[in-house]
């Protein structure tokens, strides 16, 4: 039997047990059980299960929960706001976690670029003394990120991202940043488009292989609940449409509240 053969019986099996899963699981439904499945997943240890509990019962299950690695006196929960995309660095010699293989840039500023970056002129003018650069794009030209990451090793944090090939609903995720980190997209094919002013900020940014957490944005809360409600707006237009593609990609809306968990020492 070849090995071709095995492997592809080894994916059917794992598919078909998958598919028997789905069909007895039910959802999990209030503090007790999410306690008990919480505390199964923390290795038997109830306190953890009853902090998570706690966390899930505030955000709900589609909330964005993190757990801080630091160690610290107590256990506490703080509540954030945080924006999560699927977008991950261009390039891994990013990264500046090697344990955990992340890129974190703390109180950063941030390009959004609606087009391709062809030269180095944008990132001259958006690099300041002191302070990392987060580059998001709709993509950057190979040599150029070669350039970036020889010219600015040891002098200026930055990591470059951009959105998957797949990514239908990238302009409209790049609003989404925009507006949560009171930044501005770049628009144009000309960089004389840009100024500072139009540059974003946060307070750290972790960016991985294929995601990317934005944490304490500095856009303004109103416009940050004014582009949740356009963003409910047209959910329930296109659901009354039935408009379902479209209302798939809107309803992975990144802008999101999040819970920060630190386990005590």
């Not at 099996?13 to 998958?18: G, L, P, T």
């Not at 709709?138 to 070669?146: A, F, G, I, M, W």
Request: charged share 25%.
């Amino acid at each position: 039997m070849s090995a071709d053969l095995i492997i592809g019986e080894i994916y059917e099996a794992v598919w078909r047990v998958c598919q028997y899963l789905r069909r007895i699981a039910r959802p999990v439904s209030g503090y007790g059980e999410i306690v008990q499945v919480a505390t199964a997943a923390a290795n038997g240890d109830k306190k953890t299960g009853e902090w998570v509990a706690k966390a899930v019962e505030k955000l709900g299950i589609g909330g964005l929960f993190f757990v801080d690695g630091k160690r610290r006196w107590k256990t506490r929960l703080e509540y954030i706001q945080a924006m999560k995309v699927d977008w991950g660095f261009v390039s891994p010699s990013f990264i500046t976690n090697r344990n955990s293989a992340t890129c974190i840039l703390t109180n950063p500023f941030i390009l959004i670029h609606a087009n391709k970056i062809l030269t180095e002129d944008v990132v001259k003018q958006a690099i300041r003394p002191r302070r990392p650069l987060l580059i998001v794009a709709e993509d950057v030209e190979t040599e150029l990120v070669r350039s970036l990451r020889r010219s600015y090793r040891g002098k200026s944090k930055l990591c470059v991202v951009k959105p998957p090939k797949c990514e239908h609903n990238g302009k409209a995720i790049m609003q989404d940043l925009a507006v949560f980190t009171g930044g501005e997209v770049v628009t144009g094919e000309s960089d004389m488009n840009f100024v500072p002013q139009m540059l974003g900020s946060c307070k750290e940014v972790k960016v991985s292989q294929d995601e990317m957490v934005i944490v304490g944005g500095s856009g303004g809360q109103e416009d940050i609940e004014e582009r949740r409600k356009e963003v409910g707006c047209v959910e329930y237009v296109l659901e009354m449409l039935k408009m379902s593609p479209l209302l798939e990609m809107l309803k992975m809306s990144p802008l999101l509240e999040m819970l920060k968990m630190s386990r005590n020492a």
